[in-house]
């Protein structure tokens, strides 16, 4: 059974940082795609940033680019979202999601697997 516990949300200040950590079981990274993403109140959900082993490149939405880095510990099977410049508007639920990495990623949500999400607030 595949399981994906994510950790680290809370509140923090405009300008400031937070490290998302997403622990996978019964999946393993060398296999599958894993992707980051987050749901505002009233929005879509929409892809941040995702990993594949296949073809080891690592994609961003463009309004996290250069803010956000993804990186992964396969010892722990647990993949990470470094979050820094934070915004109000980066204001979310943010999920793990795994699916079949075999072309690679995508920041698209037909995912396989998807973890209970954690709260990032960021006040102004």
């Known amino acids: 059974e595949v399981q994906l516990v994510e950790s680290g949300g809370g509140l923090v200040q405009a300008g400031g940082s937070l490290r998302l950590s997403c622990a996978a079981s019964g999946f393993t990274f060398d296999d599958y795609a894993i992707g980051w993403f987050r749901q505002a109140p009233g929005k879509e959900r929409e892809g941040v940033s995702c990993f594949s082993s296949s073809d080891a490149r690592t994609l961003y939405a463009e309004s996290v680019k250069g803010r956000f880095t993804m990186s992964s510990d396969n010892a722990k099977n647990t993949v990470y979202l470094q979050m820094k410049s934070l915004t109000p508007e980066d204001t979310a639920v943010y999920y793990c999601?795994?699916?079949?990495?075999?072309?690679?990623?995508?920041?698209?949500?037909?995912?396989?697997?998807w973890g209970q999400g954690t709260q990032v607030t960021v006040s102004s």
């Open positions: 999601a795994g699916t079949d990495g075999l072309f690679g990623c995508r920041l698209t949500d037909d995912h396989d697997w």
